[in-house]
T-cell receptor, first 113, second 117 residues
Framework: QKEVEQDPGPLSVPEGAIVSLNCTYS??????FMWYRQYSRKGPELLMY????GNKEDGRFTAQVDKSSKYISLFIRDSQPSDSATYLC?????????????FGQGTELSVKP | GAVVSQHPSWVICKSGTSVKIECRSL??????MFWYRQFPKQSLMLMAT?????????EQGVEKDKFLINHASLTLSTLTVTSAHPEDSSFYIC?????????????FGQGTRLTVV
């Protein structure tokens, strides 16, 4: 069983839709949770970062962490064609754990005009 | 956010030759950098952790003699793929944390696409 599970998609939505992306994990020691966006042939770009359980909002993006269920989500409101990319969840055990991130497989999102 | 620059962005080399990839933190000091490998439509696989002034720590299954890592300064880490073969063709990405700034986020370079022919 992988430590982090993420549906690879592809996920296709019409412009303006609300997008929900999710990851589940098995290790309860994870405390730091991140979402990255990766365009084709580019390096990942940090979108959201949260610590422990709770919600965080930044513009059209909302990240949620539910540690009791070992489940994290990223919501994109009013999705745009420019949001078309692969979204990777990532998590880390602790601040000083060598900084190693464990990634999900990534979900490929396509927003159609 | 902090900027990590990776060079080259793509490279084609002949089988048996060596290729060096550079990763630089442009506006912060990074005592630790990370090297990942990514196959098409797959996630990032951590290859090694690069520590400034000491030996790199390699993940299980990664050949340290094939993937040489040097982290000679607080802003530069290099990955050298030695005696490259077609199966080494992949997308290589580095990342670094701005630990001096107190953040826990990792910032990534733009990646290097290596094609071995």
């Amino acid at each position: 069983q992988k430590e982090v599970e993420q549906d690879p998609g592809p996920l296709s939505v019409p412009e303006g839709a609300i997008v929900s992306l999710n990851c589940t994990y098995s290790n309860s020691a994870f405390q730091y949770f991140m979402w990255y966006r990766q365009y084709s042939r580019k390096g990942p770009e940090l979108l959201m970062y949260t610590y422990s359980s709770g919600n965080k909002e930044d513009g059209r993006f909302t990240a949620q962490v539910d540690k009791s269920s070992k489940y994290i989500s990223l919501f994109i409101r009013d999705s745009q064609p420019s949001d078309s990319a692969t979204y990777l969840c990532a998590m880390r055990r602790s601040y000083n754990q060598g900084g190693k991130l464990i990634f999900g497989q990534g979900t490929e999102l396509s927003v159609k005009p | 956010g902090a900027v990590v620059s990776q060079h080259p962005s793509w490279v084609i080399c002949k089988s048996g030759t060596s290729v060096k990839i550079e990763c630089r933190s442009l506006d912060f000091q990074a005592t630790t950098m990370f090297w990942y490998r990514q196959f098409p439509k797959q996630s990032l696989m951590l290859m090694a952790t690069s520590n400034e002034g000491s030996k790199a720590t390699y993940e299980q299954g990664v050949e340290k003699d094939k993937f040489l890592i040097n982290h000679a300064s607080l802003t530069l880490s290099t990955l050298t793929v030695t005696s490259a073969h077609p199966e080494d063709s992949s997308f290589y990405i580095c990342s670094a944390r701005d630990q001096g700034g107190g953040g826990t986020e990792a910032f990534f370079g733009q990646g290097t696409r290596l094609t071995v022919v």
